[in-house]
């Protein structure tokens, strides 16, 4: 796989992604959105107030990394290969192993009754982080470091980051589903 084939991949997933939300959650009540399945588990609103929060982080990241760009480093066609760490990472996100995880603290939530436009929220901050992200087009994305918003110790490659949180949305959309009873259906 190439750094664009990884872009493909992260667009059409972020697509995939947005499309099921207004299909499933689009005009959801919003004490469905805020019923938990048990007292251990997220309502489907905590699901994507988490997003929010954790997308957000991203933000100041990918700023500060798009005025490092070079042009000399527009070859997206290069063989993306995963960091150890990422790799790791990645696993732990993936939507089919729905293994629980302690999230960072960086990551928790703070709220419990969500608001009530969480879901638009949602919609509009992914569609300005995937505008930021098309920055990176033909670009070789195993050749810039991201920090983790999440600890100052953790680092991996870009390519990573994109999965990273292709497969952490599709994972917390999926867990919002059965939060409403959608995937039982």
Known sequence: MTSNDL?????????????????????IAPELLNRKPSSESWSAGECFEHLIKTNGLYFPVFEKLKLSLHNSDANGNIHFKNS?????????????QMKKYKSPKAFRLTVSNVRSDVISVFLKQLEDLNKLIETFKNKNLAAYKITSPASPL??????DCLMIIAYHNRRHLKQAKNAIGVLNR
């Open 7 to 27: 872009l493909k991949f992260y667009f059409d997933y972020s697509t995939e992604v947005t499309n099921e939300i207004k299909k499933d959650f689009g005009n």
């Open 84 to 96: 150890f760490i990422g790799k790791m990472i990645i696993k732990t996100v993936d939507p089919d």
């Open 154 to 159: 953790v680092r991996y490659n870009l390519g």
